[in-house]
DNA sequence: CCCTCCATGTAACTCGTTACATGATTCG
DNA sequence: CGAATCATGTAACGAGTTACATGGAGGG
């Protein structure tokens, strides 16, 4: 009965409010996806391992309107497993990152290639802050709403730090790699 | 006949000189530990794949010191398919990140808790940063024995750049936790 | 002799991704 | 009526982790 990974997510969203598989992937694709990736594949099962668990329960949503639909609620079990899960020290692992891993071996391919690389990450990373720029103003308006977004907002402030190093990263590395290029 | 994301390590460590499983083991977890992980359950499954495919071979190494030691090399085809794998685009997955799942959600448990796991992290990075520069010192020397360490540095840089990013994360977190707890 | 390191491997399991299958409803 | 969206699910595969099994060599 050990908590999975991919479990706590929809534990912790079933805390907002009952919810049914496929509402739980739209909150997940909103509101986790900067630093959460889930497998939708396992979605289904997941919700299925933690009704047999005792987690959460199926309620017959009032507002059902008629579709096919399994709503689901937490328990206080769940509850329990979720606020147990969030006392545990967070399990770290290095991430796997494949531009750095072109760029430790840049030297047996064509540096131009990695130029372009970086160029795209760091184009990326750009969209990226906008992206979090937009979400940060709307939060902010939350703030008041919900003590949640406070939460939120922190989440969202590691990630726009992160790109902003990873762009100036980014700005260093084309440099260097412009730079050896011309000689 | 497609080259595996894990398999990309064994051939580019290859080209550095023939190797063992072994020694592959050791380079992985002293080059690549900032920015890879390998499954080392994988590595001799994978080892026998990448002979089966030709993109390396195994030698008959002349200093082998009678161990049972199986030795190889990198093929022609093998640094052929590393060139191309180095061209193409990086694929880049929103890695998962457990800390800021814990602070999504912090709401739904003790904030004590996740202050704890904000200050241990906050620690850990500065551990990880003095042995970056410690690192970094030694690369500094190597440069001009090699041309790779310049791209090795540069690897190094993003993970002292990201890392002091999440200390300074850490902090602002640290404090805006500690102010509510005070309120 | 025992422990550590060198060295190669397998088995069992968990986890994650992709693609597909199915069908209802809503909206233009 | 056809397309998009809502909604739940499965199958097949691919990837990753853990633990174990085996044995040689070197040093205290």
Redesign the interface.
């Known amino acids: 009965m050990t908590l999975k990974?991919s479990s706590?997510?929809l534990l912790?969203l079933l805390?907002w409010r009952p919810m049914s598989g496929y509402e739980l992937k739209q909150e997940i694709e909103g509101?986790?996806?900067?630093?959460?990736?889930e497998s939708f594949g396992q979605l289904y099962p997941h919700l299925r391992d933690l009704h047999h668990a005792g987690l959460i329960e199926e309620i017959d949503d009032a507002a059902n309107d008629s579709r096919s639909k399994r709503t689901y609620a937490i328990t206080d079990d769940g509850?329990r497993a979720?606020?147990h899960?969030?006392?545990d020290?967070?399990?770290?692992?290095?991430?796997?990152?494949?531009?750095?891993?072109?760029?430790?071996?840049?030297?047996?391919?064509?540096t131009a290639?990695?130029l372009l690389?970086c160029r795209?990450?760091r184009a990326?990373a750009m969209a990226t802050l906008e992206k979090y720029k937009g979400i940060d103003a709307r939060l902010k308006g939350l703030t008041k709403e919900t003590?949640?977004a406070?939460?939120?907002r922190?989440?969202l402030?590691?990630g726009m730090?992160?790109t902003?190093?990873?762009i100036?990263?980014c700005d260093?590395?084309i440099e260097?790699l412009e730079n050896?290029q011309t000689n």
Chains 1, 2 share one sequence.
């Open positions: 990974r706590i997510p912790g805390t509101s986790l996806e900067n630093f959460w990736s509850r979720l606020r899960w969030l006392s020290a967070p399990k770290t692992r290095p991430p796997r990152n494949e531009l750095l891993l072109k760029v430790f071996f840049a030297s047996e391919g064509d290639d990695i690389h795209q990450a990326d003590a949640k406070r939460y939120w922190m989440t402030r590691f730090s992160q902003r190093s990873l100036s990263w260093a590395t260097e050896e």
